[in-house]
């Protein structure tokens, strides 16, 4: 009885061990048969998956990194007769090649001015991509404005000599366009002032840079024919990016235009560019330009491709845009005409920032394809990392069997860095602004 | 309409080709105006042009065109290179892109004729060779009936092949494929009895071989690939510094003048000597060039031999042989044509 009645009253001090879940609903076993082998079907593509990851990791692993060779001076560290082992890739190549697969033949006292560059671009990029960064509207112009000039000084050496009779020739084109602006502003009935503000401002920042970029800085010069390797890539994607954004927009701008002219001319341009092929259009600079050309005129040889690359990326930025502006309703650009705005700042504070975020995995697409791309250059006789590979590879003090591989599995490595890095960030981008749509 | 287009079309082409001749006929004279000389080179090909680790050109096409900056300039670094693809080379020297075309150019009739272009000077005498394993016991050309042999797609090198063997009726089997490093790599791995390309290049590819050493290549070579420095038609002059830097070389080996001997050899009492190094007659003046021309070019870079064991021969890892361009007096067909 008393038991009986102590036993009610009873209460646990402590809470009890609760039992493990049942080892078939949690744990890796669990996790296994929900992911892996969840259906007949599953189990049967999961077995075929992990043999193809049986059949090439191992090998590959055993290549590049167990039977990899990482010092030694010439072929014979990388020959399996010499070395006395089976070979895999021979990472002493690239690190013996490391600085003109770098630089190309960029000569080896200046090479301080390559790095600084790549400093300076790490800067600007940095400063840009990193959304809460400070002062980003600075750092819009450092990137567009001050880090190109600078480079430019610092990779050729700057001093170009525009000569007295180019001055004047500047002067007068720039109070000519000064003019037309400020007629133009007329006849369209705004304000003279600002337009002659606008005119003198583009007037004043181009003669800055032309007077930088004439100045003699005390470098020696280095022509383009000896940049190279990865220097050329990253200049080839730099241009190319930084161009083509902005000449997209006003590309795909120009084709949703009312004007005609200008519609058609928007329309051709992107047509035509996208109808031909990236290698015809490098071809085309580097071998047929010059047969075009008056004998004492030339463009520099790394400066068409980069032309070329620029314009072909701001065909495909201009549609990618295009599909943005598109998925826009149309209530948007009512709400903004019924606030007063004029076409300008719709576009600019209205339409074009939520265009753009929908087009961002586009666009960034459109970046790594671009990137990739660089490396047809090589084909027109271009030195960039992929040339630099090449003819390193064939170079006799390092002939064994898997230095072809070994070069190739680095470039591999190189692009897939940039292109893995620019997805993340485009993703990291993307989940942030679209942070307002999320309930 | 189309006839405006077509008028205006040709108005423009007349005015480019006048243009191109009115700058043809003065390299000599642009180059010495820009300082530095511009020579179209190889994108790679080991011994004749290729950057080393440090970036530096060097072969023995590149070490022709550091002669003429030496003749020119007496200096052997005023030099531009601009490597040029296959398909690029020639267009790039019609529009004067490049003044000077040392990039390993077979010499043909139709490219010295079409094209409007001059090849003064043969500086290698190629032609393509077989390589075989040493335990197939093969010593000749003429043993590999019935062989397998592998060979790039689409080049003149099949077709060569083709040639020899229907001549010497013999049977063979073709395993061809797209690359030369493809090709390659299926006679290393067993695929087929023989290789075959250029001979130069059989040398080259022969280091990368998982066993140099089990591989010779055959002394017969089956077709004519004559390797020439190629310049623009119409600037004579022009010309006749590439044919006369490359005689310089010749001769200087010819007379035992090299980049060690040659200040001592300008004491030499030989009137053969005293012409070539510019201590007797006015030589170089005739070209536009300082007298002591190739005493520059022997300084500076060497005698013909001297380049050739440097680049492709004993002193590189090539080891190619003179043969064909061994000297005329020791049974090759490099002919120094006299300075006088």
């Given at each position: 009885?008393?038991?009986?009645?102590?036993?009610?009253?009873?209460?646990?001090?402590?809470?009890?061990?609760?039992?493990?879940?049942?080892?078939?609903?949690?744990?890796?076993?669990?996790?296994?048969?929900?992911?892996?082998?969840?259906?007949?079907?599953?189990?049967?593509?999961?077995?075929?998956?992990?043999?193809?990851?049986?059949?090439?990791?191992?090998?590959?692993?055993?290549f590049?990194?167990?039977n990899a060779v990482?010092?030694g001076t010439d072929r014979s560290a990388c020959r399996a007769e010499t070395a006395g082992h089976p070979v895999g890739a021979c990472?002493a190549f690239?690190?013996?090649?490391?600085?003109?697969?770098?630089?190309?033949?960029?000569?080896?006292?200046?090479?301080?001015?390559?790095?600084?560059?790549?400093?300076?671009?790490?800067?600007?990029?940095?400063?840009?991509?990193?959304?809460?960064?400070?002062?980003?509207?600075?750092?819009?112009?450092?990137?567009?404005?001050?880090?190109?000039?600078?480079?430019?000084?610092?990779?050729?050496?700057?001093?170009?000599?525009?000569?007295?009779?180019?001055?004047?020739?500047?002067?007068?084109?720039?109070?000519?366009?000064?003019?037309?602006?400020?007629?133009?502003?007329?006849?369209?009935?705004?304000?003279?002032?600002?337009?002659?503000?606008?005119?003198?401002?583009?007037?004043?920042?181009?003669?800055?840079?032309?007077?930088?970029?004439?100045?003699?800085?005390?470098?020696?010069?280095?022509?383009?024919?000896?940049?190279?390797?990865?220097?050329?890539?990253?200049?080839?994607?730099?241009?190319?990016?930084?161009?083509?954004?902005?000449?997209?927009?006003?590309?795909?701008?120009?084709?949703?235009?009312?004007?005609?002219?200008?519609?058609?001319?928007?329309?051709?341009?992107?047509?035509?560019?996208?109808?031909?092929?990236?290698?015809?259009?490098?071809?085309?600079?580097?071998?047929?330009?010059?047969?075009?050309?008056?004998?004492?005129?030339?463009?520099?040889?790394?400066?068409?491709?980069?032309?070329?690359?620029?314009?072909?990326?701001?065909?495909?930025?201009?549609?990618?845009?295009?599909?943005?502006?598109?998925?826009?309703?149309?209530?948007?650009?009512?709400?903004?005409?019924?606030?007063?705005?004029?076409?300008?700042?719709?576009?600019?504070?209205?339409?074009?920032?939520?265009?753009?975020?929908?087009?961002?995995?586009?666009?960034?697409?459109?970046?790594?394809?671009?990137?990739?791309?660089?490396?047809?250059?090589?084909?027109?006789?271009?030195?960039?990392?992929?040339?630099?590979?090449?003819?390193?590879r064939i170079d006799p003090n390092w002939a064994a069997p898997t230095i072809g591989i070994t070069?190739?599995?680095?470039?591999?490595?190189?692009?897939?860095?940039?292109?893995?890095?620019?997805?993340?960030?485009?993703?990291?981008?993307?989940?942030?602004?679209?942070?307002?749509?999320?309930? | 309409?189309?006839?405006?287009?077509?008028?205006?079309?040709?108005?423009?082409?007349?005015?480019?080709?006048?243009?191109?001749?009115?700058?043809?006929?003065?390299?000599?004279?642009?180059?010495?105006?820009?300082?530095?000389?511009?020579?179209?080179?190889?994108?790679?090909?080991a011994?004749?042009?290729?950057?080393?680790?440090?970036?530096?050109?060097?072969?023995?096409?590149?070490?022709?065109?550091?002669?003429?900056?030496?003749?020119?300039?007496?200096?052997?670094?005023?030099?531009?290179?601009?490597?040029?693809?296959?398909?690029?080379?020639?267009?790039?020297?019609?529009?004067?892109?490049?003044?000077?075309?040392?990039?390993?150019?077979?010499?043909?009739?139709?490219?010295?004729?079409?094209?409007?272009?001059?090849?003064?000077?043969?500086?290698?005498?190629?032609?393509?060779g077989f390589m075989v394993r040493k335990k197939l016991g093969v010593s000749?050309?003429?043993?590999l009936?019935?062989a397998s042999i592998c060979?790039?797609?689409?080049?003149?090198?099949?077709?060569?092949?083709?040639?020899?063997?229907?001549?010497?009726?013999?049977?063979?089997?073709?395993v061809?494929f797209?690359?030369s490093d493809e090709t390659f790599k299926a006679y290393d791995a067993g695929r087929c009895d023989a290789f075959t390309t250029?001979a130069?290049g059989l040398y080259s590819e022969r280091l990368r071989a998982s066993n140099p050493d089990d591989h010779i290549v055959l002394?017969?070579?089956?077709?004519?690939?004559?390797?020439?420095?190629?310049?623009?038609?119409?600037?004579?002059?022009?010309?006749?510094?590439?044919?006369?830097?490359?005689?310089?070389?010749?001769?200087?080996?010819?007379?035992?003048?090299?980049?060690?001997?040659?200040?001592?050899?300008?004491?030499?009492?030989?009137?053969?000597?005293?012409?070539?190094?510019?201590?007797?007659?006015?030589?170089?003046?005739?070209?536009?060039?300082?007298?002591?021309?190739?005493?520059?070019?022997?300084?500076?870079?060497?005698?013909?031999?001297?380049?050739?064991?440097?680049?492709?021969?004993e002193?590189s890892k090539l080891k190619i042989k003179?043969?064909?361009?061994?000297?005329?007096?020791?049974?090759?067909?490099?002919?120094?044509?006299?300075?006088?």
């Amino acid at each position: 009885m008393n038991t009986a009645v102590d036993m009610s009253r009873f209460v646990r001090s402590e809470k009890i061990e609760a039992l493990p879940p049942p080892s078939l609903t949690r744990g890796p076993l669990a996790w296994m048969r929900e992911n892996l082998f969840s259906s007949p079907l599953n189990t049967l593509l999961t077995l075929v998956v992990a043999y193809l990851l049986y059949v090439i990791i191992p090998p590959l692993v055993e290549f590049l990194v167990i039977n990899a060779v990482w010092t030694g001076t010439d072929r014979s560290a990388c020959r399996a007769e010499t070395a006395g082992h089976p070979v895999g890739a021979c990472w002493a190549f690239v690190i013996d090649k490391i600085n003109f697969f770098t630089y190309g033949s960029y000569p080896a006292t200046e090479r301080w001015r390559v790095n600084i560059f790549f400093v300076l671009l790490a800067i600007g990029v940095g400063w840009l991509l990193w959304l809460r960064a400070p002062r980003r509207d600075l750092g819009a112009i450092y990137f567009f404005w001050l880090f190109p000039v600078i480079s430019y000084i610092l990779l050729t050496g700057g001093n170009v000599s525009l000569g007295i009779g180019f001055w004047s020739t500047f002067a007068v084109s720039g109070a000519l366009l000064v003019v037309a602006l400020a007629a133009a502003a007329y006849a369209l009935k705004t304000s003279i002032r600002s337009a002659m503000l606008i005119g003198l401002g583009i007037v004043a920042v181009i003669g800055i840079t032309l007077g930088l970029v004439s100045i003699n800085w005390g470098l020696e010069p280095v022509p383009t024919s000896r940049w190279g390797g990865i220097l050329v890539t990253l200049l080839v994607a730099t241009v190319g990016i930084v161009f083509s954004l902005p000449f997209g927009i006003l590309l795909a701008l120009g084709r949703r235009s009312k004007l005609p002219i200008l519609r058609m001319a928007s329309v051709i341009f992107i047509e035509f560019v996208r109808g031909v092929p990236l290698i015809t259009v490098l071809i085309m600079a580097n071998t047929m330009l010059p047969l075009f050309l008056p004998g004492d005129v030339t463009v520099d040889r790394l400066a068409r491709p980069l032309i070329g690359v620029a314009l072909f990326a701001s065909a495909y930025m201009a549609e990618v845009v295009r599909g943005g502006l598109q998925a826009m309703p149309k209530g948007q650009y009512e709400g903004a005409m019924s606030l007063g705005l004029n076409y300008p700042q719709m576009m600019a504070f209205i339409i074009l920032p939520q265009a753009l975020r929908i087009v961002i995995p586009g666009i960034v697409n459109t970046f790594i394809g671009l990137f990739k791309d660089t490396s047809l250059v090589s084909i027109v006789g271009i030195f960039d990392l992929v040339k630099a590979i090449e003819s390193s590879r064939i170079d006799p003090n390092w002939a064994a069997p898997t230095i072809g591989i070994t070069g190739y599995a680095f470039a591999a490595l190189f692009y897939f860095i940039f292109c893995f890095g620019m997805s993340r960030y485009s993703l990291g981008v993307e989940r942030r602004l679209a942070a307002g749509q999320k309930r | 309409m189309k006839k405006a287009i077509v008028s205006i079309a040709f108005g423009l082409t007349a005015s480019l080709l006048a243009a191109g001749s009115a700058s043809a006929q003065a390299t000599l004279a642009s180059v010495k105006q820009k300082g530095y000389l511009t020579c179209g080179s190889n994108t790679g090909l080991a011994g004749f042009g290729l950057p080393d680790a440090q970036g530096n050109w060097t072969g023995l096409d590149v070490d022709f065109c550091r002669a003429m900056s030496a003749a020119i300039f007496d200096d052997p670094t005023k030099i531009r290179f601009i490597p040029l693809s296959a398909k690029d080379r020639f267009t790039a020297l019609q529009s004067g892109e490049v003044d000077v075309l040392a990039r390993n150019s077979t010499v043909t009739m139709s490219r010295d004729t079409q094209l409007g272009l001059d090849f003064p000077a043969i500086n290698y005498f190629d032609g393509q060779g077989f390589m075989v394993r040493k335990k197939l016991g093969v010593s000749s050309a003429k043993e590999l009936n019935g062989a397998s042999i592998c060979t790039q797609q689409g080049t003149t090198t099949e077709l060569n092949l083709a040639d020899y063997f229907r001549a010497n009726n013999m049977k063979y089997e073709v395993v061809a494929f797209a690359t030369s490093d493809e090709t390659f790599k299926a006679y290393d791995a067993g695929r087929c009895d023989a290789f075959t390309t250029d001979a130069s290049g059989l040398y080259s590819e022969r280091l990368r071989a998982s066993n140099p050493d089990d591989h010779i290549v055959l002394p017969e070579i089956i077709s004519k690939e004559p390797l020439a420095v190629a310049v623009r038609h119409g600037d004579n002059q022009w010309g006749d510094i590439v044919r006369w830097t490359h005689n310089a070389m010749l001769d200087a080996e010819e007379l035992g003048v090299t980049k060690a001997n040659v200040d001592q050899m300008k004491g030499s009492d030989n009137p053969e000597i005293k012409r070539l190094l510019g201590t007797e007659g006015k030589f170089g003046e005739a070209v536009g060039l300082p007298n002591d021309w190739a005493y520059r070019i022997i300084k500076h870079v060497g005698n013909y031999g001297e380049s050739f064991e440097r680049n492709v021969g004993e002193g590189s890892k090539l080891k190619i042989k003179r043969g064909l361009n061994a000297q005329w007096t020791k049974g090759g067909l490099q002919y120094g044509l006299p300075v006088r």
